[in-house]
């Protein structure tokens, strides 16, 4: 499981960037790479585009941790799941410098990056949703690495600490809901409610929101954190009998089958056998209406269908890939431009001063960032600086057309796993009437 947090960074950027760096955490700083930068002067460099910003403010960057269960990775993998990471979040706008720390019981990834983006020097947004899409994407890659995760459901929304104690059994939350579900049966209304509480030791708290605290719990928990069962209004209503908790509404995706002859499950539950052949007749009963939407008649017809959506899907994805390459080396080339614009001024002066030894002494860190932006843009084909005003056009293009191959991939993509479980239907169906053919013959 890797369980992700992320703050800013208002002050000491150096001394930040200098404890993720650090040799002893990092194998002699084996595990230390960067995207846009350069991790030894990546202060220097943050706080040059920090100037360029748009909009003023009091993040320098943001720090994102990613921890990994004790002995489920290697250190070397886990930091190519950082560099996934901060790829995707990132876009390729953000210079960062990532770490993986090996000095503790579990391995964990360091990210930070400069609060402004290469392009527009525009403030990276930092909130719920912006959040909601690292965890989602951490997530992922863990489960395309074969990592646990926190599956979704009844513990969505909880933090790791959280989720960690309600499976040991330690959870306050998991222990005041059982005593709310074991008090309404026996309360005559609110008032006794909150009395049968009290005698279970709970502490009351009445307000814009009810709240409970256990005996030894730190802070008072509101029954609306709980559910949509635990609310004030909810439970005076269970207490009458008339609460009803909204049922999700019914899935009519097609999804594969159940192999029946082969299901634990369905061998020692005679319940859940009478449900799976239920949900395979329905299942049957829809792949047979969109194979006939489809106009596909035949199996060779539906093969030959995958393959098409295949190959459909692998192309757009290698164009989506190419498209986010070409964005990344723009926004660096932008960057790159920028520097050499911003610190000309200050070569120029170098260049005349009568004392370039000293002078150089002053600005060491300036000069070496100018130096490296300017060998980087010769070694592109520049020999003078290109026109960014045409960069950032370009930019632009290259980033709608990214947004259109997009939308094309996640179709594919639908396609895809569309017609992937259509075709193990069928092929469930087809070699389950072939063995019970060859079963009669025997």
């Given at each position: 499981?890797a ?166 059994g ?15 049966p ?11 509480l ?16 256990a005996?030894?719990?730190e ?33 009519r ?20 056998e ?73 070569v ?55 947004d ?16 992937g ?8 169906v ?13």
């Amino acid at each position: 499981m890797a369980v992700t947090k992320i703050h800013p960074i208002k002050s000491t950027l150096k001394k930040a960037l200098d404890y993720i760096e650090n040799p002893a955490k990092t194998d002699e700083k084996m595990l230390v790479s960067s995207f846009a930068c350069s991790y030894e002067t990546a202060d220097i460099e943050f706080e040059l585009l920090l100037s360029q910003a748009m909009q003023k403010g009091n993040n320098l960057a943001h720090h994102l941790i990613q921890s990994f269960a004790p002995g489920e990775t290697t250190p070397e993998q886990a930091h190519e799941i950082g560099r996934q990471l901060a790829d995707e979040v990132l876009q390729g706008k953000y210079p960062y410098v990532l770490t993986t720390h090996i000095d503790k019981g579990h391995v964990h990834n360091h990210i930070i990056f400069c609060a402004v983006d290469m392009v527009n020097q525009r403030k990276y947004v930092s909130n719920r949703q912006s959040y909601a899409y690292i965890r989602r994407t951490s997530d992922r890659l863990c489960k395309e690495y074969g990592l646990s995760v926190v599956m979704p459901g009844q513990d969505r929304g909880k933090s790791y600490a959280e989720w960690d104690a309600h499976r040991k059994g330690t959870s306050w939350k998991a222990k005041l809901k059982a005593a709310i579900d074991a008090a309404i049966p026996q309360a005559k209304d609110f008032d006794d409610f909150l009395r049968l509480l009290q005698e279970q030791g709970y502490e009351a708290k009445r307000g814009k929101y009810v709240s409970f605290r256990a005996p030894g719990q730190e802070r008072f928990t509101r029954c609306k954190t709980l559910g949509e069962a635990y609310t004030e209004e909810a439970i005076i209503e269970r207490i009458k009998g008339r609460f009803v908790e909204r049922k999700p509404k019914e899935n009519r995706k097609i999804s594969l089958r159940i192999d029946l002859e082969n299901s634990i499950k369905a061998q020692q539950s005679a319940g859940y056998e009478k449900w799976a052949k239920l949900h395979n007749l329905k299942q049957a009963a829809r792949t047979l209406n969109f194979l006939t939407e489809h106009e596909i008649e035949s199996y060779p017809d539906l093969e030959s269908r995958v393959a098409e959506i295949t190959a459909a899907s692998t192309e757009a994805a290698a164009a989506l890939k190419a498209a986010e390459r070409r964005l990344a080396e723009m926004a660096v080339l932008i960057k790159d431009f920028t520097t050499c614009k911003e610190l000309r001024p200050l070569v120029q002066e170098y260049q005349r001063a009568a004392d370039k030894k000293q002078f150089r002494r002053k600005h060491e860190g300036s000069l070496i960032l100018y130096e490296a932006a300017a060998k980087a843009l010769k070694e592109q084909g520049f020999q003078k600086l290109p026109d960014l005003y045409a960069l950032k056009a370009e930019y632009k293009q290259l980033a709608e057309q990214k947004d259109q191959l997009q939308r094309q991939y996640t179709e594919a993509k639908r396609q895809m796993q569309e017609y992937g479980i259509i075709k193990q239907n069928v092929d469930g169906v087809l070699f389950s009437n072939h063995r019970q053919e060859r079963d009669k013959t025997l």
